[in-house]
């Protein structure tokens, strides 16, 4: 079954701050993806775990083959792991040296803004040190990422059900085309041949001449091999007999390029059906084939 590529999945955990598995953080993990040839990705990560960055791209490429991806990690310290962050031996020496100035000069008048003492030197420390959080992160932020994908492609999954059904709509319309200049075809060669032999017979009346019923079956031969287009209608049902194939396929493997591939195979057929043929009726025919052929080949552009 074919899948989209646009979708979004994300993924959360909560430790305790006594859990020395994530050091009592909160993960968060977005997941996005849009339309893209090729495979792209694009990641926002807090300064701590930009180390991540290659291995979840990494991650995603196994699990995607195009599409452009966005991936969004945020971590929150909790507990006591956001608390320790602040030096409580240093916080209380400015305070003491505070109130014993403030005692000193006896001035009842003056307060302390704890809210400023954050900013003195040494109050607020670095926090959990990096490379520990990255490391306890990894695996964290990995399971989630995957756990994000999992989503995502339940997502493309439901879109792609949705755009199978319209790819199958227009192929079964453009078919109906196919068919009526099929049965169109034959009737062109005998409709030139009755022409041309009124034509001629019109022409040899006037100047009383009797016409050659070999050099007019040459000609309408001539026409008729010109205009052969037996070829291209055939490869045109087996285009559309693949594509149909492709779209039923229960394999997980991308299937995007093929269609593409497939519809710019029928295209080629439907202008070459064009150019050949010497009628009316098949050249609007052909115009509405490749309408419809356009209109996949835009559907086409949304599938992985």
Do not use: W
């Not at 926002?44 to 452009?68: N, Q, W, Y």
């Not at 453009?174 to 060669?189: I, S, W």
């Not at 390029?257 to 059906?273: K, P, S, V, Y």
């Amino acid at each position: 079954m074919i899948r989209s590529m646009t979708g979004f999945g994300d993924a959360a955990t909560q430790h305790n701050a006594n859990d020395s598995s994530a050091g009592g953080i909160h993960y968060a993990v977005e997941l996005r993806s849009l339309n893209n040839r090729y495979f792209k990705c694009t990641s926002r990560l807090p300064d701590e775990l930009v180390g991540l960055e290659a291995e979840l791209e990494s991650a995603l490429r196994k699990r995607f083959a195009r599409g452009s991806f966005s991936v969004a990690v945020k971590l929150r310290l909790g507990g006591e792991a956001a608390a320790s962050r602040v030096n409580d031996a240093a916080l209380l020496a400015y305070l003491g040296h505070l109130e014993g100035l403030k005692k000193k000069f006896a001035d009842e008048s003056v307060s302390i803004d704890l809210t400023h003492l954050l900013a003195l030197p040494g109050v607020i420390e670095a926090g959990p040190d990096t490379v520990e959080l990255l490391h306890q992160a990894r695996p964290v932020v990995l399971r989630l990422v995957d756990e994000a994908a999992d989503r995502l492609i339940d997502m493309r999954r439901r879109e792609g059900e949705a755009l199978a059904t319209d790819l199958r709509s227009l192929a079964a319309r453009l078919l109906e085309v196919v068919e009526q200049v099929a049965e169109r075809a034959p009737v062109v060669v005998h409709e030139y041949h009755a022409k041309l032999t009124q034509r001629v017979g019109d022409l040899m009346a006037k100047a009383e001449l009797k016409v050659n019923e070999t050099d007019l079956i040459k000609e309408v031969a001539v026409f008729a091999d010109r205009a052969d287009i037996n070829e291209e209608l055939t490869r045109l049902r087996g285009h559309l007999n693949q594509f149909e194939s492709v779209i039923a396929d229960d394999d997980s493997e991308p299937s995007g390029r093929t269609l593409d591939f497939l519809a710019q195979e029928m295209l080629r057929e439907a202008n070459t059906i064009g150019s050949k043929s010497n009628d009316a009726a098949i050249s609007q025919d052909v115009v509405n084939a490749k309408s419809l052929i356009d209109r996949i080949k835009e559907q086409v552009q949304n599938v992985e």
